[in-house]
Nanobody
Framework: QVQLVESGGGLVQAGGSLKLSCAASGSIFSINAMGWFRQAPAKEREFVGAIIWSAGRIYRSDSVKGRFTISRDNAKNTLYLQMNSLKPEDTAVYYC??????????????????WGQGTQVTVSS
């Protein structure tokens, strides 16, 4: 079992920045990948980006490439999402997720097995 605890969401104006954190605990050695998804009202959960943990390989959605940066702190078992140049379209609940099997570079949410509680990110115009 894996537990994921998120923090860092909030309200920010367009063009601003925000950094999300996700701390993993439990059976962390079973994790193959950790990533971020987001879900806006009445929309499907959308992939943002992920890290293949053992290799450090990063996959990122084209919609956020160039603005968002995914990183990790191995000592803290923590995943980060640095969000810059935020747009109102980025407004969503952001979820941290972990996969025990190798996910696709552009995965569906069902490919991930564990989820954080979600943190609201609201970007005002």
């Amino acid at each position: 079992q894996v537990q994921l605890v998120e923090s860092g969401g909030g309200l920010v104006q367009a063009g601003g920045s925000l950094k999300l954190s996700c701390a993993a605990s439990g059976s962390i050695f079973s994790i193959n990948a950790m990533g971020w998804f987001r879900q806006a009202p009445a929309k499907e959960r959308e992939f943002v980006g992920a890290i293949i943990w053992s290799a450090g390989r990063i996959y990122r959605s084209d919609s956020v490439k160039g603005r968002f940066t995914i990183s990790r702190d191995n000592a803290k078992n923590t995943l980060y999402l640095q969000m810059n140049s935020l747009k109102p379209e980025d407004t969503a609940v952001y979820y941290c997720a972990a996969a025990t099997l190798t996910p696709n570079p552009t995965p569906k949410a069902r490919e991930y097995d564990y989820w954080g509680q979600g943190t609201q990110v609201t970007v005002s115009s």
